[in-house]
C-alpha cells in the first residue's frame, strides 16, 4: 500500500536526500523515509510485469545472438530443457563444445538487460532444475527491475527524485 493508500499522480515535494540511499518527503503529518534503490526497483518491477502480461509470449531476436560460455554438461542440461526456457522467452541453441547462444530473449526484457538476464537465469536453473517457469520469470523480473534501478550511494536531483515518488505513487 503505497504510504497511506494515497494514490494518484500529486506531486510530492522532496525535502531531500539522506546519505545518498534516502529519499526524505513529507506526507500527512509526519516524513517519510524511502530507500531509493526499492522505490526505483519496485517502479521498474511493476512496469516489466505490465509488460510481460501484456504479450507474455512475444519474444524479441537478436541480431547477433549472444555466446554464454559454459561447461558441456551444463550445455546438455540446459538443452534437454530448452522447451522451459523458451517458454521464458529465451531461444537457446548450442554454440560449439562449450558455449551456448541465446537467439531470442522476452520482449519485455530491456535489451540492455538481456546479457547479464539471462546469464542469471541460467545460473538460476541450473543451481534448481526443479524449478518451474513462473519461479524463474518472477526471478528474471526482480533481476532486470533491480539492475535497471539507481544505486544506493546515487547522488539524485531533487527533480529525478520527484520524478520517482510521482511514477512510485501512480503505479509504475
Partial sequence: DRAGGQGGSTQRRVLGQLGGVFI??????????????????????????????????????????????????QVDALLLDAPLLASLGFTVSAFGDGALQVEEYPAWLPPAQVASSAALLLDRYLENPRQDAAELREHALATAAC?????????????????????YFAGG
Fill in 24 to 73: 526524505v518527503f513529507p506526507e500527512g503529518d509526519g516524513l517519510v523515509v524511502a530507500a531509493q534503490h526499492a522505490l526505483c526497483e519496485r517502479i521498474h518491477f511493476d512496469r516489466l510485469r505490465k509488460k510481460l502480461e501484456g504479450a507474455p509470449s512475444a519474444t524479441q531476436p537478436l541480431l547477433t545472438p549472444l555466446v554464454i560460455p559454459r561447461p558441456r554438461t
Fill in 147 to 167: 539492475h535497471l534501478s539507481v544505486r544506493a550511494g546515487e547522488l539524485l536531483s531533487t527533480g529525478r527524485m520527484e520524478e520517482l515518488l510521482s511514477a
